[in-house]
């Protein structure tokens, strides 16, 4: 059985507004799931219908074997739900507010003080678990609040970038347990604004694009679909036809960009070696040369036609490309 699993699912605002326009989605058990879209493509609409917080107007999704709109309060007790803007009570501590998610759930006095205490160890608030949320930084409440979508034991996890805005250390924890989670059975479908937390902690990934899914597959299968690595340089001393003559023996040529020689190597890195002394033979000299793989920036604006918004501003540092999320 899939743990999520949509066919034809529509939301329409009104008669001019579709916000998704027939989607299929499916899920496996135990898989982590990346969901990808511009502002305004369809997905917070989608992620909102797969939690019965929004009704569908067309078309059908189950999640945990339980159909969102036929039964909804039975999709509600197998998912978790970690939104980005978390409504946390800034008066109450960190164990009370997962106690009281406990209660919510029907889980007793006992069983609910034991599993607070578990899951304030698990992400790293055991310290901090009686102090107010209030004074918690914003990567504490990211945790706790993830810490309280997992109090009844979710079998489907929905993270809504749970790593926006925090600091790389922060960003590093929420990945590992996210990770740990999954190893241990949790399905995660998982929002986000960074393309390497996709990249690094998806099984499969789904761009959504004016309401309608514009692909999907694994990362390496998405990036391959966009084409080779790609081999650029710069000339330090030397004729530019002169050396795209040479370089035409390794690979297809590319059309220059930024006053970089672009061609499509398949080998990859093993063509630096090679390219690097025929280009010591003709007398050309370098003064860079990379290997560059396809990224999911690449099958972004491959699949989309956009540019991403903040793809030119991640972090120092972190190799971080950020895509808008909507």
């Known amino acids: 059985m899939p743990a999520i699993e949509v066919s034809n699912l529509q939301r329409a605002f009104s008669d001019e507004v579709l916000a998704v326009a027939g989607i299929d989605l499916y899920v496996d058990e135990g898989e982590i799931y990346a969901f990808l879209g511009p502002n305004g493509a369809g997905k917070t609409t989608t992620v909102r219908m797969l939690t019965t917080l929004l009704r569908p107007t067309g078309g059908s999704a189950t999640v945990a074997g339980h159909d969102v709109v036929a039964d909804p309060a039975a999709v509600r007790a197998e998912i978790g739900v970690a939104l980005q803007e978390a409504a946390l009570d800034p008066l109450m501590t960190g164990r009370e507010l997962i106690r009281m998610q406990a209660t919510l759930h029907g889980i007793g006095r006992d069983e609910g003080r034991r599993r607070a205490d578990d899951l304030l160890r698990r992400v790293g608030l055991t310290e901090a678990g009686d102090r107010r949320v209030g004074t918690y930084s914003g990567g504490m409440k990211r945790r706790l609040d993830l810490a309280s979508s997992l109090v009844h034991e979710p079998r489907v996890l929905f993270l ?157 540092g972190t190799g971080e490309t950020e895509v808008v999320a909507g």
């Not at 926006?164 to 604004?193: C, H, M, Y």
């Not at 998405?222 to 081999?231: A, D, I, W, Y």
């Not at 390219?275 to 010591?280: Q, S």
Request: hydrophobic share 40%.
């Open 160 to 316: 809504d970038e749970p790593t926006t805005g925090l600091d790389p250390v922060s960003r590093k924890s929420i990945w590992e347990e996210v990770e740990a989670l999954n190893r241990e059975g949790t399905t995660v479908f998982l929002t986000t604004q960074y393309l390497e937390e996709a990249d690094q902690l998806a099984d499969r990934v789904g761009i959504i694009a004016n309401g309608r899914i514009v692909a999907e597959g694994t990362p390496d299968e998405l990036k391959n679909e966009v084409g080779k690595p790609r081999m650029e340089l710069i000339l330090a001393e030397g004729d530019q036809g002169a050396c795209m003559e040479v370089l035409g023996r390794f690979g297809a040529p590319l059309p220059p960009k930024d006053g970089k020689l672009m061609i499509e190597v398949a080998e990859g890195v093993a063509a630096i070696a090679p390219v690097v002394r025929a280009l010591d033979e003709a007398g050309i000299l370098v003064e860079s040369l990379d290997v560059v793989e396809p990224t999911l920036d690449d099958v972004f604006v491959d699949k989309t036609g956009q540019h991403l918004e903040g793809a030119e501003t991640g972090e120092p």
